[in-house]
């Protein structure tokens, strides 16, 4: 799934080009299968704006070892423990509107595909 990431609203402006320069460079990181740079790239975009919801959700992604979110549906079992990642939690509490929308998404279609499961 191809979507712009976003820094969180309020921020100064050159604060705002800093961390979605992060969140391009740990998107791209993370699709290249680079996990430790991205991991940074999100720990910076975090260190300038720690209410990032699209850098904790990158940084979920890549703890998980994640290249994109379509991977999450690859293997439902593996990542049903998504939603109780404290990186995911975050994402979920500092989102915005359309942010919500997508993660809710996700997260309710990996829910779908484990329900009934007990494993």
């Known amino acids: 799934m191809k979507r712009n990431h976003v820094a969180s609203a309020g921020l100064e402006e050159e604060t705002k080009r800093n961390v979605e320069i992060e969140l391009d460079l740990g998107y791209l990181n993370l699709s290249d ?3 430790e740079q991205a991991e940074q790239n999100f720990t ?5 704006d720690e209410k990032c ?3 904790w959700w ?3 992604l890549s703890k998980f070892q994640i290249s994109n ?3 999450l549906f ?3 079992v593996k990542f049903k423990s998504v939603l109780l990642l404290p990186e995911c939690q975050n994402a979920l509490e500092f989102a915005n509107a359309e942010q919500k929308n997508i993660y809710a998404d996700l997260l309710e279609r990996i829910n779908k595909i484990n329900e009934g499961d007990n494993y």
């Open 33 to 35: 299968e680079f996990f």
């Open 74 to 76: 690859a293997e439902p």
């Open 44 to 48: 910076r975009a975090i260190s300038l």
């Open 53 to 55: 919801a699209d850098a």
């Open 69 to 71: 979110e379509d991977q």
């Open 58 to 60: 990158g940084m979920m």
